[in-house]
């Protein structure tokens, strides 16, 4: 069964997750690269094409059009514009959502019927859109939530104790934005709660690090890719081996009837459920102060 990836907005993160995907071995077996700006998309094509003889797999990489998403197993978006040094991804709302409704009424056309994965910013409330728009079963509509916040954080926590950050057990949920947060109560290093290893003083600055780590590199270099191009491909193989794998990407949340980072079931058809989590009273709060702010914006659609 061929495995195709249509990526629709091929900038920097569309262009990093094609990348990512082109040097990791994994099922993909198509990825088709669409975007406004057709010249450009045929360049890219070309450009991974030649490094074709020195990838782990064969792949199939073309600029493609809408009518390429009809037998696609995954579409990305990565379209829309990107925060600008020290924006706030809630900025971006008015002009993604635009942006997107376009994307999902030629996508629909097209009677594709795989896995909406969704990047664009403000990543929930835009997955929000696409779901609401679409009308797609809401598993079959998966926002990259926390996913990239939770790689950063175990990052740092595994750096600076000289441990692998396979082994750093932790997440960060809610909205993937200024109200995200950390569940310590749910965070182990190994099998050995994190408070065995690291003051809670310490942790809170790890916490603090990982909300501000796009205002961060964006100052520095104007933009964030790599990090959510490698989160996109760890996700897409969640979903093409049907993995049952536990990620904090942004899921609906029946309860709020928002999309937002949880802890989440995914596999071949999407998101199949959360896994249990039990918050303290605080981290409670924490997290549905995070889903009122996503539902006010969505409000404000
Ligand atoms: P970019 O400006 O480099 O690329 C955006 C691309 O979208 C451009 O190539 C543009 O031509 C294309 N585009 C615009 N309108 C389009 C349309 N109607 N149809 C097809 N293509 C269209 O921006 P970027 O840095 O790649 O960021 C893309 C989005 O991803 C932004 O919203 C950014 O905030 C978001 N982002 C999300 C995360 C996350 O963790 N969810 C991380 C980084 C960036």
């Given amino acids: 069964m061929e495995n195709k990836v249509v990526i629709i907005g091929c900038g920097n993160v569309g262009m990093s997750y094609a990348y990512a995907l082109l040097n990791q071995k994994t099922k993909v077996t198509d990825i088709i690269l669409i975007d406004i700006d057709e010249e450009r998309v045929v360049g890219e094509a070309m450009d991974l094409n030649h490094g074709l003889p020195f990838a782990p797999g064969k792949v199939s990489i073309k600029a493609g059009t809408y009518t390429d998403c009809m037998d696609a197993s ?24 635009k942006i997107v409704k376009d994307i999902v009424d030629k996508v629909l056309k097209t009677n594709f019927h795989g896995i909406f994965l969704v990047v664009t910013n403000p990543v929930d409330v835009i997955t929000y859109v696409v779901q609401d728009y679409s009308k797609f079963p809401k598993g079959k509509v998966i926002g990259t939530g926390t996913t ?8 740092l926590i595994g750096e600076h104790l000289t441990i692998n950050p396979k082994n750093v057990h932790t997440y960060v949920l809610g909205e993937h934005g200024d109200s995200e947060f950390v569940p310590w109560s749910n965070a182990f290093i190994g099998s ?66 928002v999309y937002i980072g949880m802890p989440s079931i995914v596999n071949q058809k999407g998101v199949v459920g959360l896994a249990k989590i039990s918050l303290t009273d605080e981290e409670k709060q924490k997290f549905n102060k995070s889903v009122e702010i996503v539902k006010e914006e969505i409000t404000k659609l």
């Fill in 192 to 257: 050995s709660q994190i408070e065995d290893y690291l003051e809670y003083e310490k942790l809170k600055n790890f916490e603090t690090e990982v909300k501000n780590a796009a205002y961060d590199v964006i100052e520095r270099k104007g933009a964030t890719y790599y990090g959510i191009g490698m989160s996109l491909v760890r996700i897409t193989n969640a979903i093409l081996n049907d993995e049952n794998t536990i990620l904090t990407v942004s899921s609906y949340n029946k309860e709020h009837d």
């Fill in 74 to 97: 995954i579409i990305c978006i990565c379209a829309g514009s990107a925060q600008k040094e020290g924006e706030k991804r809630l900025n971006l709302i008015h002009q993604n959502e």
């Fill in 148 to 155: 990239l916040d939770t790689a950063r954080l175990r990052f």
